[in-house]
């Protein structure tokens, strides 16, 4: 069997209850399926992404010098990307050789397959889902993936594998794609599938690409 290895783009120390409880460290790994118009990490992937590729323990040397403040805080490591759950089995092994009170937490917009789902709900102890939009025209024309459907399968699959206190759903408004209406459209059906915690904002586009186009963005109140 081939050694896993996750594709890593960099890792973010000692960030204090982001994306997770306590201290935490994110790991961004490269690789996505979508291709989002105000994409926030566009450096993940695409032909320039640069990366270097780590096993679970290579990843373990280079995040355990933190671990009296993973343990102290109830803390530890938030899986990033790119889509971090293209890489759940690496997720799992890694979490096989992690200290027992370290948590896991992963950004991920659940377009990924069924198997993946099923892999990190094991692992994962808190998931934050950026759902993009659920009508699936608007989802198609953000991220350019006839996606919405699969989202939603997925979510509905990991609410019943880990539970809804594990998700927290993340419902943008973007500017130029969906309304006030869509969010709240969005947030009935989440509401109607059993999903509470939701996290609604507004995208802030943040910077340009080199085409003069809007490639970023940052969450907002």
């Given at each position: 069997m081939d050694e896993l290895k996750l594709p890593l783009c960099g890792i973010d120390r000692l960030r204090m209850a982001t994306d997770?409880?306590?201290?935490?460290?994110?790991?961004?790994?490269?690789?996505?399926?979508?291709?989002?118009?105000?994409?926030i990490n566009p450096f993940t992937h695409g032909d320039d992404?640069?990366?270097?590729?780590?096993?679970?323990e290579e990843l373990y040397e280079r995040v355990k010098k933190d671990d009296l403040y993973y343990l102290s805080t109830g803390g530890g490591i938030t899986f990033g990307g790119g889509e971090p759950l293209l890489h759940s089995d690496f997720i799992e092994?890694?979490?096989?050789?992690?200290?027992?009170?370290?948590?896991?937490?992963?950004?991920?917009?659940?377009?990924?397959?069924?198997?993946?789902?099923?892999?990190?709900?094991?692992?994962?102890?808190?998931?934050?889902?950026?759902?993009?939009d659920?009508?699936?025209e608007i989802y198609k024309k953000y991220t350019g993936i006839d996606g919405a459907e699969k989202v939603l399968d997925n979510l509905r699959l990991l609410k019943e594998l880990a539970g809804s206190d594990?998700?927290?759903?993340?419902?943008?408004?973007?500017?130029?794609?969906?309304?006030?209406?869509?969010?709240?459209?969005s947030v009935e059906l989440l509401k109607k599938m059993g999903l509470t915690d939701l996290d609604c904002f507004r995208y802030r586009v943040r910077k340009k690409a080199k085409n003069g186009a809007d490639n970023g963005a940052e969450q907002a109140d």
């Amino acid at each position: 069997m081939d050694e896993l290895k996750l594709p890593l783009c960099g890792i973010d120390r000692l960030r204090m209850a982001t994306d997770g409880h306590g201290v935490t460290a994110l790991v961004v790994s490269c690789g996505c399926p979508l291709d989002c118009r105000y994409c926030i990490n566009p450096f993940t992937h695409g032909d320039d992404a640069k990366f270097k590729t780590v096993t679970p323990e290579e990843l373990y040397e280079r995040v355990k010098k933190d671990d009296l403040y993973y343990l102290s805080t109830g803390g530890g490591i938030t899986f990033g990307g790119g889509e971090p759950l293209l890489h759940s089995d690496f997720i799992e092994a890694f979490r096989r050789i992690a200290p027992e009170g370290w948590r896991f937490y992963t950004e991920t917009s659940l377009y990924v397959p069924e198997e993946n789902v099923r892999t990190a709900a094991g692992v994962i102890d808190r998931f934050y889902v950026d759902i993009k939009d659920t009508d699936r025209e608007i989802y198609k024309k953000y991220t350019g993936i006839d996606g919405a459907e699969k989202v939603l399968d997925n979510l509905r699959l990991l609410k019943e594998l880990a539970g809804s206190d594990r998700i927290t759903v993340r419902v943008p408004l973007i500017p130029g794609y969906n309304d006030s209406d869509n969010v709240r459209a969005s947030v009935e059906l989440l509401k109607k599938m059993g999903l509470t915690d939701l996290d609604c904002f507004r995208y802030r586009v943040r910077k340009k690409a080199k085409n003069g186009a809007d490639n970023g963005a940052e969450q907002a109140d």
